[in-house]
DNA sequence: GTGCAAAGCTTAGCGATTCTAGGTATGCTG
DNA sequence: CAGCATACCTAGAATCGCTAAGCTTTGCAC
C-alpha cells in the first residue's frame, strides 16, 4: 500500500482500534496490521508521535501500568475521542462516497 | 470535510476526472467541486502544482491553447497515466476496504 | 551464560504534499 | 468603469507520516 495513502486518516484509525478496548502503542501497531491482513504496516516513529498528538488534543488519556519492571503506556478514548471518532467516521464514509463516484462514473 | 484527507489521493482524483475528457486546469477544479457536490473545493495553489507533479511524472500532457488573447494549458492523460490511474484505483478499493473493516467491526 | 530477537518507548530530522496568500491578466455585465 | 468570474502562476508555511536511530527489559536458543 501507498504510505500516503493514510494522511489525514491516521488518527481516525487509532481511534477505532482504541475504541473497542484500551491499549498500549505497540498493541495499537498489532492491531492495526491484524486486524487490515498487514496492509497497515505502521513503523513505531508513525504511531507513537500520533499517540501523543491525539493524548495532547484531548481525545486520548494514558496511564503508565507496570508489568514487572516493564512500563506500558496504556492509552483509552476520552468522551471527546468517541465523539471526534463519530465525526471522523462520518467524515470518511463522505469521503469514500465522494471518491467512489468519481472514479466508478466513466463520463 | 477535512481537506487532509485527501493527503496522497488527490492524484488520483485529477486522474479520474481527466480520463473522462482532457481539461485545463479551472476546469478540473470546478469537475471536482461538482462531480462531489462541494466535498472537494480545492485551492489552486493545490491543483495547478499537483498538475505540474503530474506531468513532470509523465502520467499527464499538455498543450497550451489559445482562445482570443485567453490562455489555457488542456491536460491530458497519456497511456502512462491510464495505467497510474487504474493502479491507483485498485489501490484505493483495497485501501478503503481495509478502513471500512475496521471502523465497522466493533471488537 | 551469552547472544539475539522481540517487546516497548522515544526522538530528531527528512520528504512529500497540501494550503495560504498573494500576484498577473482577460472578458463579461451592469 | 467597477466588479466579478475566468484562468494561470508561485513562494512560503504547515502538516503529517516516515526514516533511522537509541534506549531498556524480557525470553528463548545455543
Known sequence: MR?????????MLI???LRDSPAHGYSVIQRLAEASDGAFDLAEGTVYPALYRLEGA?????????AGA?????YR???AGEEALTERVAEWRSFARSV???????A
Chains 1, 2 share one sequence.
Not at 70 to 74: A, C, F, K, T
Not at 100 to 106: D, F, S
Request: zero cysteines; a positive charge; charged letters at 25%.
Open 100 to 106: 467512489g463516484r468519481m472514479i466508478a462514473a466513466p
Open 77 to 79: 478514548l476520552t468522551a
Open 3 to 11: 504510505s500516503e495513502s493514510l494522511k489525514g486518516h491516521l488518527d
Open 70 to 74: 516493564r512500563r506500558r503506556r496504556v
Open 15 to 17: 481511534l477505532a482500534v
Open 58 to 66: 484531548g481525545l486520548l488519556a494514558s496511564s503508565e501500568t507496570v
